[in-house]
């Protein structure tokens, strides 16, 4: 239910328009001054305040600069007699959304009401969007403690508060988009424009029109004009995904934009200036594609201003078991089932340590959705995961490195180490977790701690 703040000093008056307003479904709220109004809007959620103009001490007209000068996106409408026609029209020119002369009858009143309230409803929308989106991109939702993503952490903060390009490198599914919308919605341009296109979706004739716009008739079904990515990403962020799949005649045309910050529509003339920050993406290693004389050098020393690489999951195995948690957390509203997820069990656990993850985080997303949904109690467990997920881990021991004249009680010890170090660094070194992993009680791990001489800190 909506609230209209009703503010007039005839004490009559108020409860009047409380009744009127309150039979049409509002809640309402009173004061019999300017000052008074601005302590309720303090300590409440007002959707509308209904002034009078006329007050003493602090009149209509000031009331609305400081509503203004405090909650800008407020309607305010003023109630004012039929000598003071002036005074409403300069309070429309500092902010107030309407004007009401008095006396008015009831269903004026109710309609401006109405109309006011509704505009505010879809500022307030906006404001959750932009709120969700922005909380979503935030630098608590790029999961990871592994050493390389805290680098990435630290770059994503310096260079969000510049308007430097920025090239991320990364494999299919590590998140790439993930990074540029932080950089986005952690920089100035935050309220403005992220546009994202997918240099691989299009053919050229296609690309280049989805970039640069084109004008009526510049082509066979150019009905109308049309503006490019460019020109709807001014003073925000532009996202070029898969930008190693560009052609070599786009790179150049890029190339040009990046230089002059301008472009021209497809089949126009008219230059077109912008102000964008540039963020691109590739699955690819660029500087074997320009020694493979496949993209430019000079484009890529213009792209590759910040560099960001994301490594892929196996390179970060620490973090499986906190992007596990998340991703089970965020499908948990999805599942159907009484019986809440609470997590994997330690078979799971291992499985996922010694998968390669080819499709790295979206991979391992796919399968915990998935497991969510068809697993029957609250512990995912392997008979949750797909055949072909268990076929393609390889749990053979690779041999072939020990020399063959190795003493067999040294090999053994260097493994068991090995083991060890490895399962106390993915159990962020909670002994308890770590004896799990390798299957030993957590008293005889404690006892090979000691006979390695592990540092392992104070996690037990």
Aim: net charge negative; proline share 3%; with cysteine.
């Amino acid at each position: 239910m909506e609230t209209i703040l009703i503010v007039d000093d005839e004490k009559n008056y108020p409860p009047i328009l409380s009744a009127v307003l309150e039979e049409d479904g509002y809640e309402t709220l009173t004061a019999n001054s300017g000052h008074e109004a601005l302590n309720i809007l303090k300590g409440s959620d007002v959707d509308l305040v209904l002034t009078d103009m006329k007050m003493p001490i602090m009149d209509g007209i000031e009331l609305l600069e400081k509503i203004k000068s405090d909650y800008p996106d407020l309607p305010v409408i003023m109630m004012t007699a039929h000598g003071s026609v002036d005074k409403a029209v300069e309070a429309m020119q500092k902010g107030a959304y309407t004007y009401i002369l008095k006396p008015f009858d009831n269903d004026r009143l109710v309609l401006y009401s109405n109309k006011a309230i509704s505009m505010y409803r879809v500022v307030k929308e906006n404001w959750l969007l932009r709120n969700a989106v922005e909380s979503q991109y935030k630098f608590g939702n790029i999961i990871g403690k592994n050493k390389a993503m805290k680098d990435v952490f630290e770059t994503i903060q310096k260079v969000a508060r510049t308007s430097a390009t920025v090239l991320i490198e990364g494999e299919s599914g590590t998140g790439k988009e993930l990074v540029a919308k932080a950089i986005h919605f952690n920089s100035p341009r935050h309220d403005k424009p992220f546009i994202t296109v997918n240099c691989s979706a299009f053919v050229d004739t296609l690309l280049e029109s989805e970039l640069f716009g084109h004008e009526k008739g510049a082509f066979t079904g150019a009905a109308s004009m049309k503006k490019g990515r460019f020109e709807l990403a001014d003073e925000g962020t532009l996202f070029l995904d898969e930008i190693g799949e560009l052609s070599q005649n786009l790179q150049v045309k890029l190339l040009r934009v990046l230089q002059e910050k301008m472009i021209e529509r497809v089949g126009g003339i008219k230059p077109i200036f912008f102000n964008i920050r540039f963020i691109a993406a590739t699955n690819k290693t660029l500087k074997d594609e320009i020694d493979r004389q496949r993209f430019r050098e000079d484009l890529y020393y213009r792209l590759n201003v910040v560099r960001i690489v994301i490594p892929p999951l196996r390179n970060r195995r620490e973090d499986i078991r906190l992007l596990v948690d998340h991703f089970i957390k965020k499908y948990a509203e999805e599942r159907k089932a009484d019986i809440p997820i609470k997590g994997i069990d330690h078979e799971v656990e291992r499985l996922f340590y010694d998968y390669h993850w080819p499709g790295n985080i979206r991979e391992l997303e796919n399968l915990i959705e998935r497991a969510t949904i068809l697993c029957p109690g609250e512990t995912i467990t392997a008979s949750d995961l797909p055949k072909e997920f268990k076929n393609n881990i390889d749990n053979t021991l690779h041999l072939d490195g020990i020399p063959t004249n190795a003493n067999l009680y040294d090999t053994l010890a260097k493994v068991e180490q090995t083991m060890i170090i490895r399962a106390l660094k993915l159990a962020d070194n909670v002994q308890s977790h770590a004896a799990e992993l390798l299957g030993i009680g957590k008293s005889g791990l404690n006892q090979k701690i000691k006979k390695y001489r592990l540092d392992i800190g104070s996690k037990i």
